[in-house]
């Protein structure tokens, strides 16, 4: 169980940058409602999806898990519980894949502004316009 650096003061990092980078996808279009709709998708998405992986955790590590849980906060970053190491060791693929996946989230700007540009030159009507 990795319980160093950025573990150590959450339990899930990786998805508390998700949630920033929701909110931030849907603040792209200029409206403050999608914004806050993305943000509330990925906390229900990634909600269930940690549950599933904390009870595959629990059973595969015990106890070391549960306290790992009890002294390690599930989203919200508790800086006073900072620990780190000398040394870091980093498997490639893993890393890859993580960076693959946030590619997507740097796709969102290109997108709503190609959206926007289709609009202005009219070939796509604005159906409905939110705050």
Known sequence: IVQRGPYSISRN?????????AFGMGALTGS???AM??????V???????KREEAWLSEAFGPDYAAYMARTPRFWPDPSKWR???????R???FLRTL????VMALAYPLFESLEYVQ???WVRVILALP
Do not use: C, K
Not at 44 to 50: I, P, R
Not at 84 to 90: G, N, P, R, S
């Open 92 to 94: 490639p693929i893993f």
């Open 13 to 21: 990092p990786l998805y508390v940058f998700s949630f920033m980078g």
């Open 32 to 34: 403050l409602t999608i």
């Open 37 to 42: 709709l993305f943000l509330l998708i990925a």
């Open 84 to 90: 780190d190491q000398d040394t870091l060791e980093v």
């Open 44 to 50: 229900v998405v990634f909600t269930a999806t940690v």
């Open 120 to 122: 202005d030159i009219g």
């Open 100 to 103: 693959r996946d946030g590619a």
